[in-house]
């Protein structure tokens, strides 16, 4: 059973089209989500942390939102240097204080065409 | 930059042989947690240490083992090789348990 589900799979964009990319997740009692950056053949790069329905996070063009069942990443007026994979993660349910282990969506690979 | 450094970048071996993957985490992180990432399943969990004692568990094959040791460095072993282990293995550290966790560069394991 699918925890986390990342759509669309990939998303090409002009420079300048803003849009948004959407993690739905099952896991109840969330203990936090997670988004991460990935270039191709690099570690994932931190991005947010949400814990909290209606909880919001920015930085620089990207901006994170949270309810009960999905997380949105917003990208406004996206640059070339924004093209990667965006990952979602979640601790799954059951998980408790000597269970940290993340569970990942597939990501979303986007795409800024100059 | 997170702070987390992984050693070796790159490992082409053969099947049947056995390496060692080393993860130094982020200063003061006591967290180590050890994934798998192969082109069509993603991010896998494999195994999580905290403060040298095994924390949690993932989808761990019994050929593959790690510690952690006093000075909070991990080492994840990869032994009787196959083909299908060829991947990318990350290792990431956090502060503490449920912490954010921080990625290391990776290493590129070649099987052939």
């Known amino acids: 059973e699918d925890q986390v589900t990342q759509s669309p799979e990939a998303l090409r964009l002009q420079e300048g089209e803003s849009s948004s990319l959407n993690c739905s997740y099952t896991v109840s009692g969330l203990r936090g989500l997670f988004w991460y950056r990935q270039d191709p053949g690099k570690g994932p790069e931190f991005l947010f942390t949400l814990y909290s329905a209606g909880e919001e996070k920015e930085k620089e063009r990207l901006k994170a939102t949270l309810t009960k069942k999905e997380s949105f990443l917003h990208i406004t007026a996206p640059k070339p240097e924004d093209s990667a994979t965006y990952l979602c993660?979640?601790?799954?349910?059951?998980?408790?204080?000597?269970?940290?282990?993340?569970?990942f969506g597939t990501g979303t690979r986007l795409t800024i065409i100059p | 930059d997170s702070g987390v450094t992984q050693t070796p970048k790159h490992l082409i071996t053969a099947t049947g042989q056995r390496v060692t993957l080393r993860c130094s985490p982020r200063?003061?992180?006591?967290?180590v947690y050890w994934y798998q990432q192969s082109l069509d399943q993603g991010l896998q969990f494999l195994i999580q240490?905290?403060?040298?004692?095994?924390?949690a568990k993932g989808n761990i094959l019994e050929r593959f083992s790690a510690q952690q040791f006093p000075d909070l460095h991990s080492e994840l072993n990869l032994s009787s090789l196959e083909l299908g282990d060829s991947a990318l293995y990350f290792c990431?550290?956090?502060?503490?348990?449920?912490?954010?966790?921080?990625f290391g560069p990776g290493t590129r394991l070649l099987v052939l």
């Open positions: 993660a979640v601790h799954p349910p059951g998980s408790n204080f000597g269970n940290e282990k993340l569970t």
């Open positions: 240490y905290y403060n040298g004692e095994e924390r």
């Open positions: 200063s003061g992180d006591l967290s």
């Open positions: 990431a550290s956090s502060a503490v348990v449920e912490g954010t966790q921080y």
